[in-house]
């Protein structure tokens, strides 16, 4: 394996060992420092992690080093009407137009704050990785209609390389369903190269709007080549629209829980809707989000809930529980179709038991949650993403980051085994050029050139090193 090259201060930094204009390495190794952007489906902040990425050649393990993480809000002036339309689910080609160049200011703003906030010189970023705003993702057409998988993600990369001068990568979910995936979840390949491990088998289970898993089996079974992965079902999306339905809109998430504490499950109705929802009784692949378990959605469940008599602090804990209750009910139903059990209830000695569970999103840090899912899995150690060195917090703006190194280079990515599709993807998303685009890409030809690798593609990353320091812009 070759060495990395040390990047020591000088005349072409920034103070802070990276430098301000991205130049071809004479040794052909990789050195970009990209920001990574993500807004989820609960649209409480975008979150923006910038990331340097080292590689000594194709074959070498890749290092990555978070610089910093920061999350900007999003402008209630742009959060209202999203949620309007989402909720309507009418519109006009005139207002999706505009709002995608709408959306395109509001991420570059974001840009911008988080370099003057964090004293980031603009000239030291040679790549952003904007995931966008999911509208709207069509994932799973429904069989004899003439329905087309397709994905809505707005906030033009062109609008954000324009008003920053950076290149831009977007269109992950887009990429993905053009070679016959789903678009969703994209975060395989930054769980497997964090969690996987020689003999422990582990799990990654994200709680944001949506809850999705991935589970990594253990390197002596595969490791990252035989990952799988799916949407569970509603995460925090159903808790925050009650939220907000009962404060006005002055509260947006149940802060730690609180008013799921105070109130008392309704049982029967979590029953109900575990045993009835054709999504969460469907087998994976399967992905998911506001079109399935939106507002209007969640909005039926609380009027559900107030015929049987419940107060608002019984519609928040219920609605809690079914996140809860349904994250278990995915590990126990469709864990064993590959050879995985968690937590029990599986008696077959075949069934290979999840070791450990690593936690992150917005749920993660709610114990009405995080705590009953313990008591159901005595078994399992259930702890925070952050313990491999990424804030379960940056995990996805971190991801984007890095499929905006893959897309700029041509390089798949890891694929999930129980993807619809195993077609190795060298599309990675749309590249919309900065000012240095022609330094950035000449890199990363300089990195690949005269490898000859299957369908002439860079070979995948199967080895991530986290570096160490943290946050070095403090």
């Known amino acids: 394996m070759g060495s990395l090259p040390d990047t020591a201060s000088g005349p072409n930094t920034n103070g802070h060992g990276l430098n301000a204009h991205t130049v071809s390495r004479p040794d052909g190794s990789l050195d970009l420092t990209v920001l990574g952007m993500n807004s989820g489906t609960a649209m409480d902040g975008i979150d923006c992690a910038l990331v340097r990425y080292r590689q000594a050649s194709p074959s070498a393990p890749l290092h990555m080093q978070l610089l910093k993480y ?4 999003v402008p209630q002036e742009m959060k209202q009407p ?7 689910t009418s519109t006009t080609p005139s207002a999706l137009a505009q709002l995608n160049v709408q959306l395109g200011h509001m991420f570059s703003t974001a840009v911008h704050t988080f370099c003057t906030t964090h004293s980031i010189p603009p000239s030291t970023i040679d790549l952003i990785g904007s995931h966008g705003q999911t509208i709207w993702l069509l994932s799973m057409p429904a069989p004899g209609t003439s329905e087309t998988r397709s994905a809505l993600c707005l906030g033009e990369g062109t609008i954000i390389a324009a008003e920053t001068g950076i290149t831009t990568v977007t269109s992950f979910r887009q990429a993905e369903q053009a070679v016959g995936r789903q678009g969703a979840p994209l975060v395989a390949l930054i769980d497997g190269l964090l969690l996987h491990h020689p003999t422990k088998t582990r799990l990654c289970q994200n709680i944001g709007g949506i809850a999705n898993l991935c589970l990594i089996p253990a390197d002596s079974a595969g ?3 035989a990952m799988v992965d799916w949407d569970c079902g509603p995460g925090n999306m159903f808790i925050d629209a009650a939220m907000r339905h009962y404060t006005a809109g002055e509260q947006e998430y149940d802060r730690d829980g609180m008013w799921a504490k105070r109130g008392t499950v309704h049982q029967a109705t979590v029953d109900q809707f575990l045993a009835t929802n054709p ?3 469907h087998a994976p692949p399967k992905t998911t989000g506001r079109e399935v378990f939106g507002d209007n959605e969640c909005h039926e469940l609380i009027e559900a809930c107030e015929k049987a008599g419940c107060d608002k602090y019984d519609v928040v804990a219920t609605l809690t529980r079914i996140t809860a209750e349904n994250i278990l009910y995915q590990y126990r ?8 059990g968690c937590g029990g209830g599986v008696t077959d000695s075949k069934v290979t038991q999840v070791d450990e569970i690593f936690m992150c999103g917005g749920g993660a840090r709610n114990p009405a949650i995080v705590d009953y899912l313990r008591k159901q899995l005595p078994g399992v ?4 993403l952050d313990e491999t060195g990424v804030p379960g917090d940056a995990k996805e703006a971190v991801s984007f980051a890095q499929q905006a190194v893959e897309a700029v280079l041509g390089r798949p ?3 999930p085994v129980n993807s619809d599709s195993l077609a190795l993807n060298g599309i990675g998303g749309k590249i919309a050029p900065g000012k240095r685009w022609r330094e950035v890409m000449g890199m990363g030809v300089d990195f690949g050139r005269g490898w000859k690798g299957e369908g002439g593609l860079l070979p995948s990353v199967t080895e991530m090193v986290v570096d160490g320091g943290e946050y070095l812009w403090d």
């Open 413 to 415: 990515g890891l694929v």
């Open 223 to 225: 490791g990252v080549h």
């Open 279 to 281: 999504y969460i009784n």
């Open 82 to 88: 999203i949620l309007h339309m989402l909720r309507s």
């Open 70 to 73: 920061d999350e900007i809000p």
């Open 333 to 340: 139903t469709f864990l064993p179709r590959y050879g995985y």
């Open 381 to 384: 150690r259930i702890c925070a």
